[in-house]
């Protein structure tokens, strides 16, 4: 497997390093991304065609609000037409949602829910928050969040 993190899609050359990595043998190769180029459909396919399997992509929510509060930015529909172009061709999704307390924990249920509506996401991973960027700058908030502190209640649990 070969992977990427951080920024990689922003290299003017990504394509081109992602069918090295194919040529040397590399069987899977996945890019840890938040989506931003992958809302472009040439994009998509010329990564698809170098050798890209696998988008980890950041997810956190299901709603603009929690994206405001964790992202600084209304990022929804980014995310959701970055994960609609995976089924047109053989790529695969991981939805990676930063879970914060009292920003979006709500949110899990709903993302959870999603390889049933799409079945291009292979997998969800939870992490919990980096207290850096915009979550730094919320003062006096507990947002450190462990599946322990989880509260699950019909609203947020998928059927």
Request: charged share 20%; with cysteine; net charge positive.
């Amino acid at each position: 497997m070969f992977s990427f993190r951080r920024g990689a899609t922003l290299h003017p050359e990504f394509p081109q390093i992602l069918l090295m990595a194919h040529r040397m043998g590399f069987t899977h190769i996945q890019v840890a991304t938040n989506g931003s180029r992958f809302v472009n459909p040439d994009y998509v396919s010329q990564c698809e065609e170098m050798g890209l399997h696998t988008l980890y992509l950041q997810f956190d929510a299901m709603n603009d609000d929690a994206y405001m509060r964790l992202r600084g930015k209304r990022l929804l529909d980014e995310k959701t037409r970055s994960s609609a172009m995976s089924p047109r061709l053989n790529m695969r999704i991981v939805l990676v949602p930063t879970i914060a307390a009292s920003i979006n924990v709500d949110q899990i249920g709903p993302i959870l829910a999603s390889p049933r509506i799409q079945p291009h996401i292979t997998g969800i991973s939870i992490q919990p928050p980096l207290l850096s960027g915009v979550l730094k700058s919320a003062p006096g908030k507990r947002i450190r969040s462990t599946s322990p502190t989880w509260q699950w209640n019909s609203a947020n649990r998928p059927d």
